[in-house]
């Protein structure tokens, strides 16, 4: 069974930065790709970036040049660092695993953004 968990949340003044890591555990094939999404009361869940096996990565328009996403294959984790936060980043942020015929969400983790 694949399992998501996701750390780093919490709570940031406008402008400050927060770092966002993800594990997977499981059985999985290596080619795949991870991600973050994010939910703002409200509002539908979003993408906010993306990185395949191979090292593609892809980014909302509204967090590029701020928020930054890596992983490390060798040990199935992603991370985001998210840089000049503002307060309208704050949202529930989950944890995504594409493979090919299925997917994973983890359980979401809070950040805040105060101005």
């Known amino acids: 069974q694949v399992q998501l968990v996701e750390s780093g949340g919490g709570l940031v003044q406008a402008g400050g930065s927060l770092r966002l890591s993800c594990a997977a555990s499981?059985?999985?094939?290596?080619?795949?790709?991870m991600g973050w999404y994010r939910q703002a009361p409200g509002k539908q869940r979003e993408l906010v970036a993306t990185i395949t096996s191979g090292g593609t990565t892809n980014y909302a328009d509204s967090v590029k040049e701020r928020f930054t996403i890596s992983r490390q294959n060798a040990k199935n984790t992603v991370n985001l660092q998210m840089n000049s936060l503002k307060p309208e980043d704050t949202a529930v942020y989950y944890c995504?695993?594409?493979?090919?015929?299925?997917?994973?969400w983890g359980q979401g983790t809070q950040v805040t953004v105060s101005s």
């Open positions: 499981g059985t999985f094939l290596s080619n795949n790709a």
């Open positions: 995504y695993l594409l493979l090919i015929g299925n997917s994973y």
